[in-house]
């Protein structure tokens, strides 16, 4: 039986190699100077990502119910193995297309089926009493992988050229791959692929039909969703930025190092945080204004141009955006939850999700035009008009 709980330790180490995204801190300098793409183009790929990873999501699930976690898992990280190394081989837009497609599709593997190894395995020897604490110790292995990939990438982009961590990031999947095979499959409840699938399809649905008869959780709903959108944005906005100020690449990873550590320390921290402010609508509102701040001092930055005060004033406003508006996840779980019931819950949680990567679809593209054909100040001046119409209707 302990072969199922050496599961567990590899899976952990699978979580923690599948989070070794090293490109992350230099996705936009790879894109628009080593591919020669414009901002623009870099957006539409966003785009193309997020509707491949919603379409793929139904079927690759399917996959690992039928033919087992295990063999999903691998399929995964043998594909995004491949996606990491072949990404924008000719440097061409249709050639990065086709990379973003196969790291989608490498995801939709992963996703769901990672998490059922380690329920599934703990299953197996009848511990589901202990899935909380190992769901817990797998996230903080991700985490901690996430924390770390940013500067190192961004060290090896500087030393060894743009595409450079991408090539790295291939490896590490590879790396999973192998430990994957050496997984063993715990036994699995057989379900007839027809029925998940329609029941998979009919439950896109039913998470509407909930927020629209509640009107309270719509509008947590929207809260996370548009201030989600926010943090997201300046995810990708945080790098040209930085480089509008003059911050040099081989930074870039140690201030998604930053942000990264102040967002987990918030999200780690919940009931300190409520405690601290009082309540968790003074949270709420709080992680409203603060991201405001971080996009006003964004526009400062860019007004004060390429020099030590524009780069601090960078960095700060990237850190205050992200952290706080991507920070907030956990707070809005526990209130919203609380209103759904169990058998929607998990439902309703990916109608939410899949609000937010509706806005980013649509927005994207228009981002990245308004900063080809204006300035970066264009989508920040957008951001600060956003946030400030979602406060002001807050506290309506």
Known sequence: MRKFNNNLTKMYAVGFLTSLHFFSAVLVPMLTIWAGLSFTQAMILQSIFVVSVTILEIPTGAVADIYGRKVSLAMGMLIAFIAFEVYGFDKTFVSCVIGEVLIAFAA?????????????????????????????RFQSVRMLGILIAGPIGSVIASKFGMIAPMRVTGITAFLAFLIVVMLKEPSIEEEKLATTFRKQVKQLFVGIKVLKHDRKLLDLALDFAIMAVVGKTMIWLYQPLLSDVGMPIAYFGFVSFFFVLIELLLMANTNVVIDMLKGIERVFSISRIVPLVGLVLAVVAVIVGANLLGQALAVVSVTLVVAFALGRKPYFDAVMNKRIASKDRATVNSTVRMISMGIMFVANPIIGYATDKVSI???????????SVWIWHKQE
């Open 108 to 136: 939709s593997l992963i996703s769901g089926a990672d998490s059922a190894m380690i329920y599934d395995s703990l299953k197996q020897e009848g511990q589901e009493k202990h899935a909380s604490k190992a769901f817990g």
């Open 377 to 387: 100040l264009a989508p920040l001046l957008g951001l600060v008009l956003v946030a």
